[in-house]
Every structure is written in C-alpha cells, then in structure tokens.
C-alpha cells in the first residue's frame, strides 16, 4: 500500500476506512454506528460501541498471552531506580489502585486529577481512572498551585491524586504543599486525596481528607472494568489558549483507541513487543499518547523515563536508555536534541552505547529546525521524522507514515497529511491558497478519530475558538504553507500561543499576571526566538505615570510573579520597561511588529499605526537588552 492510496480512501470514504481500522481493537459491543453527529452538530465516532481504554491497553494483552511481557519501563537516573512491569504486574497494580478509587466513590464520569511527576505509579492512576470509565486530568508538574486550583474548579475532580515529590536533576520539589495551596484557593474541594509516599519527602497528611497510596492498595480490593460508549469521555487535558483560562481538552474512548492504535503501526512502524519510548511528561499530550495509551494498546513496553536529556546525569542520557532497553523509535522534542547537541557538540557519549535497535527518532512538540534535524540525523545515522500535531488531535495531524511508506523526509517540513486530515491552507476569508503561499493551517471537516469533540464544560468556547473561523473547516492556530509536492512547513502560531522547550503557553496568561503589578499600567509579552528552547517569552512593560523605580527591581518583581501563578515551566526571565508599546489607532497593541522586530525581521509600518515613532525607539530598547536576534 502506498502513502497516497492509504490517504486516499481515508479522505474519500473515511466511514469504510475508519471501520476497518475500528476492526483492530476488541469492542465489548462491535459499532454499527461509524460517523454520526451529537447533539452539538459535532461528526463523533463509534457512537454506539462500547469499550473500556484500559481493558484494551492491559486485560486484552494478558488474555491474548501478552502477560509475561514487560508492559513498563521505568527508569530514573535522579533516584538511581529501574523497575519493570509485565502486562500481568500492570494490570493487577492498575485493577488494585482502580479498587481504592471506587472505595472512594470514584464511579463512571467522575473525574479525578493526577498531579505527578515521572513515576509508574502516574501510569497506574491514569489507567485506573480510565478501568472505572471515569475521566481522569492530568496537571503537569511544572504548574504552580494556581494552575493546578483553575483545573481542579473546572474539572470539579472527586478524588486527586499526587505524590510527596517529583525530583528535576538535583531539586526535590515537594508536591503536597502545592495541592494544599491549590485546594485551599479552588472553590471546588474533592473529597480526598491519595498521596504516593516517596523516600525523598514524607508529606504530611490531612486527617479525614487524605489518604496514603500503599496503604490504601493494600487493603484494596481489585476493580473490574466499567464498560463505556466510545464517546464517552476518557480524559480532559487542559492546554493554553489565548486567554488566562486554560481549555479542558476532551478526548473520547473510542476514537481515541482507534486512532493511537493505528498510529503506532502505520506513523511509528511498530510491533507488539517492541520498545517505544516517548522522552516526554505524562502532563503533556505526548505523555498520554505516547507514554501511555498509544504503546500499550498496541501491545509495546513503553518507557517512563525520570531525567532529562542532559544533567541526568550527562548528555548521553537519552543514548545510555536507547541502548539499555533495546528501543526502537525514540521520540522526543527538538529542544531536547538541542541540548544534548550543546553539550556533546561532537557526540563523544555516544560511543558507549550500542544503538543497533533504535531505528527512527521522531520528533514534535515545536518546530523541527534543519540544523537540528541534520545534526541529529548526523549523528545516530537513522531517519529523523518531524511530525506535527496538537493536544486538540491527540495524535499527529502531519507526519510520515513510516509504516506504509516512508516518505523522503524534507528539512523544516513535517512532511504530508496523516490518514484522516483534509489539510488546507486559507487566507483570511477562507478561500484556500496555491502551493507555497503561507496562510492559516485549516482541517476541513469531518475531523479523524481522537480529535475532541468540546471544551469540558464550554461548548460555545470550542465553536468560537475552532469551527467559527472558516465554516465547515477546524481553524488549527498554525500558519504554514504546502509545497508542490504536498509537503507541509508549519511556520509557528497565528495567535498568542507560544512553544518554550515543547511547552505550549499563553502569553496572553502572563500579560494578566505582569498588568497585575501595582506600578504596570500596560505590557505585552511575546515570544521571540530561542537557540536552546525554539522560542522565550519576554515582556515589555509601560510603567505608570509617576513611577519612579529601579528597572531591575520591577524585573525581578515580575518575573517572580509569572513564576508564582503559572509555575518554574513559564521560563518568563526577561521584562523591560518601555516609554511607549506601538499600537494602532483603536488602541490594539502591534504585538506581531513586536515579534518582528525581535526576530530581527524586516517589517512593514501598518498604516493603521498610532505613534511610528514609538518603533524605532522601541527597537533600541530592545536591542540594548539583547532580545533582538
Ligand atoms: N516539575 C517541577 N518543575 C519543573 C518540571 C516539573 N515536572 N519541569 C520543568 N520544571 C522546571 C525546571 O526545573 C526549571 O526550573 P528553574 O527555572 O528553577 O530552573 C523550569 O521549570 C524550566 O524547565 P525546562 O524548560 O525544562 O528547562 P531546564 O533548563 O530545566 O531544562 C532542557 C532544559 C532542554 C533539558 C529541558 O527543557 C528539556 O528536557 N526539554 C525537552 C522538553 C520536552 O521533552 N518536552 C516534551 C513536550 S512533547
Ligand atoms: P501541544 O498542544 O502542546 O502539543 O502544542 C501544539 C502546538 O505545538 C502546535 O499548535 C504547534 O504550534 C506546535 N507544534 C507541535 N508540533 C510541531 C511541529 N512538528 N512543528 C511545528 N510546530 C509544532
């Protein structure tokens, strides 16, 4: 089968194609249903199969004889740890765990939020939740108390679950203090909380409120899987937005298994059995979809990787795993590459390990620079393949189906659409542009299976802020553009969204916290270029009148302020005061010129500019503080 065969039937009768794929999991009740609309005038999936995720990703594996095989590896060079779980050793923490969940009244819908960091026992409360038909929210580690208090008020979980700790390099950062922060600003307050002791810190607990993980399993009871509709919901990740308010992310059972399992043969070429490791965090898209879901429904042992690409303890971490556990596609994000490449520059660690297996890295998360991507294709001497997708998609919307027919990669593209995504690139009244004119990435409907279907509770803000745009197209918030050859180049966001070392944020999330300060009367933050983490967001602030204060003060102020709301993982470092920001004449600042002129960009004055002569002087600013590249 070739690339544009398989493409073409999943475009041109994507009810037969999706049927088929459909064919590959085992339903507790087969769909006859394939496409339908709900309520919402939304295209689902499947709506009348019933499943269960975590029977599918564990029970289905030890009953197909699948037991003995190891399921989970984790690994942590920062506590010196390696442990190993068979399919059987999986279930059965998972099915014990779900058990203490039920004790807790945890039932079919419920939700539960998993604040974690990289340890097996994140992948058994995920599956847990998931094996009761509950909907679990993963909140990534990184966040601080705040973030944590906006998910679980928009989540109202019953139950979270955390750990005392999570460990970055050298730092052991106490969890237990973060949630009680969170619970006590939340108005929403769950029922309990299930606290994972680790060595390194004993949190302390809150009588008649919390609840200690092993003694709990213990004592539990193993609990059978709930089945569900396939559009039943199975998580909610929330992902920035342009606003201070993240957007809970909702991803359904059944088209969700569907896709991820599809996925793993036809985009990573892999087989029941063979090691994939995703260097990502459970708290991101990548981390559910390809730490967890993705490989073990497709009958692989996913790795859980506790370090980082350098530091853990040198840059040839990510070889030493590749090599120890025999895996054969690493994915990862640029930004990781990056690193390892700042401080092994001529990948002198490499030379102690055997990479025989690893046959191909993906990667994803920002874009993929061609230096980057040469140098790592350099090096390892095996295909690199950048692939482009989003939490919205939960899996690549563009990539390289490898295991179809793997296509001859192109620098700074991610290469064509996948099976189920009508890509087309429109200008601004949506009418679509010829090859190689840059304009919005748009995917006409109907959207693949795994795409979500709502914002958790906000279905008004999912019609605005994806369908409303282009009628009868999802608007992706990419811009881009395709080659002669059908090839895809993703050139960055079209709106306040940024990509710091994989991480998606909102600047327009720190603009409120920075115009929070008492002395700021009006800021932008914006993102510019980064050589180590793609891109860095900096503020420039318009400090009220009559202010008289040291410049570095503010900084720091300020910067401590974004690190307290959103977390350590903002990386906002820099913010400068300026005498004015360049607007237009209704008052909208010119962020884009902005961006411009610290990508070191010609660029034209609008003429809808208020003051052009706030531009010059604030491309002075800007390159004395060295934020021009
Ligand atoms: N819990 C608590 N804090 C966290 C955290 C977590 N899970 N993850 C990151 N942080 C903190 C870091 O400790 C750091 O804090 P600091 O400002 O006190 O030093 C801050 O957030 C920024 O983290 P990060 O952006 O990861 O920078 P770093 O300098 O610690 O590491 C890299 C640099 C390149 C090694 C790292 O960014 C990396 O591994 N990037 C790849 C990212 C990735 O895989 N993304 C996947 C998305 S698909
Ligand atoms: P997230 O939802 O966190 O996965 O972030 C999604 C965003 O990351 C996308 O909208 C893109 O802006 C960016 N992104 C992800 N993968 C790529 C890629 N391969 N190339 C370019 N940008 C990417």
């Given at each position: 089968m070739s690339y544009k065969e398989e493409y073409r039937k999943s475009i041109e009768t994507p009810e037969a194609f999706w049927a088929e794929k459909a064919e590959a999991i085992k339903w507790f009740k087969t769909p006859k249903t394939i496409l339908s609309k709900d309520e919402n005038g939304i295209d689902r999936w499947f709506a009348d199969g019933e499943m269960n995720t975590a029977y599918l990703a564990l029970d289905y594996h030890v009953e197909s004889g699948r037991g003995d095989q190891d399921a989970l590896i984790y690994d942590s060079p920062v506590t010196d740890t390696k442990q190993r779980y068979t399919y059987t050793q999986l279930r059965d923490a998972v099915a014990k765990?779900?058990?203490?969940?039920?004790?807790?009244?945890?039932?079919?819908?419920?939700?539960?939020?998993?604040?974690?960091p990289m340890i097996a026992e994140s992948v058994i409360?995920?599956?847990?939740?998931a094996r009761l038909g509950a909907i679990h929210s993963v909140v990534?580690?990184?966040?601080?108390?705040?973030?944590?208090?906006?998910?679980i008020d928009d989540a109202e979980p019953k139950v979270v679950v955390t750990s005392s700790c999570g460990i970055e390099i050298e730092k052991v950062i106490a969890y237990k203090p973060l949630l009680d922060e969170a619970i006590e600003k939340s108005a929403h307050k769950p029922d309990s909380c299930i606290i994972f002791q680790r060595p390194q810190v004993k949190a302390e607990m809150i009588a008649g409120r919390d609840i200690d993980w092993a003694e709990a399993v213990a004592n539990a009871e193993p609990a059978d899987c709930t089945p569900v509709k396939a559009t039943d919901?199975?998580?909610?990740?929330?992902?920035?937005g342009t606003t201070g308010k993240p957007k809970g992310v909702v991803r359904d059972n059944g088209g969700h298994a569907v896709a991820l399992k599809y996925s793993m043969k036809a985009i990573y070429n892999m087989e029941p059995g063979e090691v994939f490791w995703a260097a990502s965090d459970v708290g991101w898209v990548v981390g559910h979809s390809y730490i967890v879901y993705g490989p073990l429904l497709a009958g692989c042992t996913t790795v859980v990787y506790e370090g980082k690409p350098i530091r853990t303890p040198d840059a040839g971490a990510f070889w030493r795993v590749c090599n120890e556990y025999g895996v054969k596609s690493l994915f990862a994000a640029p930004t990781a590459f990056r690193a390892i490449k700042k401080e092994d520059p001529d990948s002198e660690l490499l030379k102690a390990y055997d990479l025989s297996k690893l046959e191909i890295v993906f990667m994803a998360g920002e874009r993929l620079d061609p230096p980057t991507y040469h140098w790592t294709k350099e090096t390892l001497g095996k295909p690199v393949i950048d692939h482009w997708w989003q939490t919205e998609t939960g899996w690549a919307i563009c990539g390289n189906l490898t295991g179809i027919e793997m296509l001859e990669p192109k620098p700074g593209s991610s290469t064509v659409p996948v099976s189920g995504f009508n890509i087309q690139i429109l200008d601004h009244e949506g009418n679509e542009l010829p090859n190689g004119e840059q304009g919005s990435i748009a995917i006409k409907l109907p959207l693949p299976p795994s795409c979500l279907p709502t914002v958790w509770g906000d279905f008004e803000r999912f019609r605005t802020g994806y369908l409303s745009e282009f009628p009868g197209y999802y608007c992706s918030g990419d811009g881009g553009y395709k080659d002669d050859d059908g090839y895809i180049f993703i050139m960055g966001r079209t709106d306040d969204v940024i990509n710091v070392a994989g991480h998606r944020l909102s600047t327009g999330e720190m603009e409120e916290i920075v115009a929070d300060h008492p002395s700021v009367a009006e800021c932008a933050v914006i993102g510019i270029n980064d050589p180590l983490k793609g891109q860095q967001p900096i503020g420039l602030v318009l400090l009220k009148n009559g202010i008289e204060v040291d410049e570095k003060q503010i900084e720091a102020e300020l910067v401590a302020m974004v690190r307290k709301e959103i977390g350590a993982v903002a990386c906002f470092r820099r913010a400068i005061v300026v005498q004015r920001l360049p607007k237009t004449r209704s008052g909208k600042i010119l962020r884009k010129l902005l961006r411009q002129i610290a990508d070191g960009h010609e660029y034209n004055i609008p003429s809808t500019i208020d003051d052009p002569a706030s531009l010059p002087e604030i491309e002075e600013i800007m390159g004395r503080n060295g934020l021009v590249s």
């Open positions: 765990f779900a058990g203490v969940l039920k004790a807790q009244g945890v039932e079919k819908g419920d939700r539960v939020v998993i604040y974690m409360a995920m599956l847990a939740v990534f580690g990184g966040f601080a108390p705040h973030e944590l208090a906006v998910r919901p199975l998580y909610i990740l929330y992902t920035s």
